[in-house]
């Protein structure tokens, strides 16, 4: 997003926190015009810039119909919801007809045909209403739907290649050189939410909510492309909650956005130019110049994530939704363990809630267990090669997730191993002190050397830079 | 209990601040330029940094600053330090050719004579800096010379061809940001360039502001962590990235006997009318006591089909040779130093697209001006001295 983008969003965010009354519904059209805003143009077929975004509506309208409890469901609290999706759908639609007003996509269909997909999204709501008895194998394939679509999307070229064989099918031709990309705006964060409030469902720890609550959570627009993943019921305490905006907070929200934006549009925007690349890789002549481009990208990648956040609290604040803390100063942390819990915090309790702990669960309440070490090391390898695996398709992003699952690994074992064996003045002032700087350093320069198979796209070229950092090449 | 901070005193006090952070910043116009990392933590650039669009900046590692002369001398070798006693400074003013397009910043013409390791009869030795620019343009040259003469010139020499003086080839976006230095230039020197000075504005209080100046301010602090990369991989230029391109050029020419607007010999006079030739008057003024040698740049001789008819892809015979004839007249009847290159490196040693030399072409070229720069530097013996 650019700086003018964000500071429409920043607009957009007081304009909703200045209403007491009807907020809910305001914030939902708010967020989901955004969503049609923000989702950028496809070369291949420019239909889409129209069709991913209200796809992204559809979708989250079905999951609160298969994971909404009955009485969630009434018509009369729900149908002004309806009533204000359907509507921002048509006004976006409308803006086919001001050719100089272009706010969304050039591209978008005869209202007929959009007027037809949502009644095709509403038909689909009726029949799942009514079929309720299938609503349990619906949601089963409604979570595979959405993994499978998050699998077709992170594959890399899988996406563009499927859009220029569409492309060629429909006899239009795309430059030679050009890049076809399918980017879905969001869809991360929509399916860490979807999913969310899926399995919850599953296992009855859901809150009931209306539509409005529910789809405002989903797409809640200063969160939905980068975070943090909130939970349903922390935010729909705030959404209920009045949103008198104290002094305090217009405060902290401007602290936060001026922050987000120094961190994000100077900081990490001035570190990108000299962060290792596969280029730089191969071209830097010395080891200490590759390190120096590691740090610059280690920090770069920090302060683009955590601006990002740092704004979209910001966001949230001006619309009275405190938002969660998403870093917790993690380079500053003395084990990888601390640094995983307070890096990307929100990912890794999603992770943790989702997958960690049903699959350490279920190893421990096997007939015959495996032994503990195994244990630990089966969940860190997997978990983190899942959250590789959520950044892309790739072996390096395996890689990277596995580097870190054998970190945690190992720490958890030297952790258990060191406990009541450490002398007296590892505890004393001096001593600890100096033990916790050395655990900093160490476990920063672990994640550092971990981003060399972020940053890089192959393994060889990571295999390759790792040497020259080493000094072995 | 902690009093109430109100919000929009905030507000208010960091609009407040930020217009006198501006206007501040428009009128004392600070030198922000001269706060560089090169040449002190960095080693300073072989030649000024330039690249054609943005979207190149961060692969060839290298940002212009022509915008503001303090960065872009500045970031240049030329700027480290006070000037070595046993050093006979050598300067090469010039447009891409003499810059080094298509070459690895090693491999520049300046460059090349340094390798040849040159004497002064009194034992100095004579090292060359590059202060060319890509694309030709005489008055842009004169800008850079009037800069270059702070850094204590011995000898001068500036390497030009039929397009340095094409009155056509103005930079404006070069020009611009020095629009006062260049109307004091031509005030100072007498240069009646009226199709120039009318096109030329002092920037407004605006454009002087932090706000009018984000774009210049934002190149400074991304050139210097080019320069990290520059030292890091000696690399300064997305051409370079790849080793250089050993097609060689087409022997045959078009058959159009057209300069540019120029359709034809008939139009002679028009082509001559718009040489800018009086900036060599200027250039020699500006210079003062420091020699000054205008060299006819060596060009690519086409041999093949068409090559009655045009050297090259830009230049038609009859323009050409008008302007051979022109530029040596106009020197010779001043009595300023006047050499000609025009075809002394074989068609071979020039690369793709035919403007510019190989290394090989580079080497030779160093070798054929040995004995100009010698002369200079030691006017009674005329033979260079080698280490």
Redo the contacts between chains.
């Keep these: 997003m650019s700086v003018a983008e964000i500071l429409v969003l920043i607009g957009l965010a007081m304009l909703g926190g200045s209403f007491r009354r009807g907020r809910g519904l305001i914030l939902l059209a708010l967020s989901a015009a955004v969503v049609f805003w923000l989702q950028p143009g496809n070369e291949a077929i420019p239909s889409l810039a129209f069709w991913i975004p209200f796809a992204t509506l559809a979708v989250t309208v079905l999951a609160w119909v298969l994971t909404a409890p009955p009485e969630a469901r009434g018509w009369r609290e729900n149908l002004p919801a309806g009533l204000v999706l359907g509507g921002v759908v048509l006004l976006v639609d409308l803006d086919r007809f001001i050719p100089s007003l272009q706010i969304f996509t050039e591209f978008l269909p005869l209202p007929l045909f959009a007027g037809l997909a949502i009644a095709g999204v509403f038909l689909l709501v009726c029949v799942i209403g009514y079929f309720q008895g299938g609503a349990r194998l619906f949601r089963t394939l409604l979570l595979f739907g959405i993994l499978a679509v998050f699998v077709f999307l992170k594959t890399p070229h899988l996406a563009g290649n499927v859009l220029s064989a569409v492309s060629a099918w429909r006899g239009r031709s795309l430059a030679a050189d050009a890049t076809v990309a399918f980017a879905w705006m969001g869809y991360s964060y929509l399916a860490f939410r979807l999913i969310h409030t899926i399995r919850d469902r599953q296992t009855g720890r859901l809150p009931a909510v209306g539509l409005a609550e529910y789809v405002n959570y989903v797409i809640f627009f200063p969160a939905f492309t980068a975070g943090p993943i909130d939970r349903l019921e922390r935010f729909i305490s705030d959404l209920r909650s009045p949103p008198a905006l104290t002094n305090d907070d217009w405060l902290h929200a401007g602290k936060r956005l001026t922050m987000g934006l120094f961190k994000k549009f100077v900081l990490a925007d001035l570190l990108a130019v000299v962060s290792i690349t596969d280029a730089l890789a191969v071209q830097t002549r010395t080891g200490g110049w590759l390190w120096l481009f590691l740090y610059a990208y280690a920090f770069r990648i920090y302060f683009d994530f955590s601006g990002y956040t740092d704004i979209a609290i910001g966001m949230g604040r001006l619309m009275g939704i405190r938002l969660p803390e998403n870093f917790a100063a993690p380079y500053l942390k003395p084990s990888l363990t601390q640094f995983w819990n307070s890096w990307h915090m929100t990912l890794t309790q999603w992770f943790r809630s989702y997958f960690f702990n049903p699959l350490t669960r279920s190893m421990r309440a096997a007939q015959h267990p495996l032994p503990v070490w195994s244990m630990i090391l089966l969940s860190q390898l997997s978990t983190m090669a899942l959250i590789g695996l959520w950044h892309g398709i790739t072996w390096n992003f395996v890689l990277w997730g596995g580097w870190h699952g054998l970190g945690l690994f190992i720490h958890n074992r030297w952790s258990d191993f060191v406990r009541g064996r450490m002398p007296a003045w590892t505890s004393a002032r001096p001593g600890s002190a100096a033990i916790n700087g050395a655990g900093v350093l160490l476990t920063f320069h672990f994640v550092a050397l971990g981003w060399v198979f972020f940053a890089l796209s192959t393994p060889r070229a990571s295999w390759l830079a790792l040497l020259k950092l080493l000094g072995v090449s | 209990m902690r009093a ?4 929009w005193r ?2 208010i006090k960091a609009i407040v601040l930020f217009a006198i952070a501006n206007i501040a910043f428009a009128v004392s116009s600070p030198a922000v330029g001269r706060i560089t990392l090169y040449n002190r933590l960095l080693p300073g650039r072989l030649r000024f940094p330039y690249e054609q669009q943005p979207a190149f900046y ?2 060839g590692y290298n940002a212009p600053l022509f915008e503001d002369f303090d960065a872009m001398f500045g970031s240049h070798v030329i700027a480290n330090g006070e000037k070595p006693a046993d050093e006979f400074r050598l300067i090469l003013l010039g447009d891409s050719a003499t810059w080094g397009g298509h070459l690895p910043a090693d491999e520049n013409l300046a460059e090349q004579i340094n390798r040849l390791a040159l004497q002064t009869c009194g034992g100095r030795r004579i090292r060359a800096y590059n202060l060319a620019f890509p694309w030709p343009f005489s008055f842009r040259d004169l800008l850079i010379l009037d800069e270059a003469m702070k850094y204590q010139p011995d000898e001068v020499l500036w390497l030009v061809t039929l397009s340095t003086f094409d009155r056509q080839n103005i930079e404006m976006e070069f020009l611009r940001p020095h629009a006062d230095r260049a109307l004091r230039l031509m005030d100072r020197y007498d240069l009646d360039l009226p199709w120039l000075a009318r096109r030329l504005d002092s920037p407004s209080f605006w454009d002087r502001t932090i706000v009018g100046q984000r774009a210049r301010l934002n190149k400074i ?2 050139a210097q ?2 320069g ?2 520059w ?5 300064d230029f997305h051409v370079t ?1 790849t080793p250089v391109n050993p097609q060689p050029v087409s022997p045959d020419v078009p058959r159009s006997v057209a300069y540019f607007d120029v359709a034809s010999s008939q139009e002679l006079s028009r082509l001559l009318d718009a040489l800018t030739l009086n900036d060599i008057a200027a250039a020699v003024q500006i210079a003062g006591e420091v020699p000054f040698i205008v060299v006819n740049e060596p060009i690519f001789v086409a041999t093949g089909k068409n090559s009655g008819l045009r050297y090259n892809n830009n230049y038609p015979r009859w323009a050409y040779d008008a302007y051979r004839a022109a530029i040596a007249e106009y020197t010779s009847a001043r009595g300023y130093e006047f050499r000609d290159f025009w075809n002394t490196i074989p068609p071979n040693e020039f690369l793709n697209p035919s403007l510019h030399r190989s290394p090989a072409g580079e080497r030779r070229f160093a070798e054929l001006l040995a004995p100009v720069i010698a002369q200079a530097a030691c006017p009674l013996e005329p033979q260079p001295q080698s280490r």
């Design positions: 109430s901070v109100n919000p905030v507000l961060g692969v602090v991304r962590l080019y990290l990369l030292s890091a991989t000696g690399i990235r």
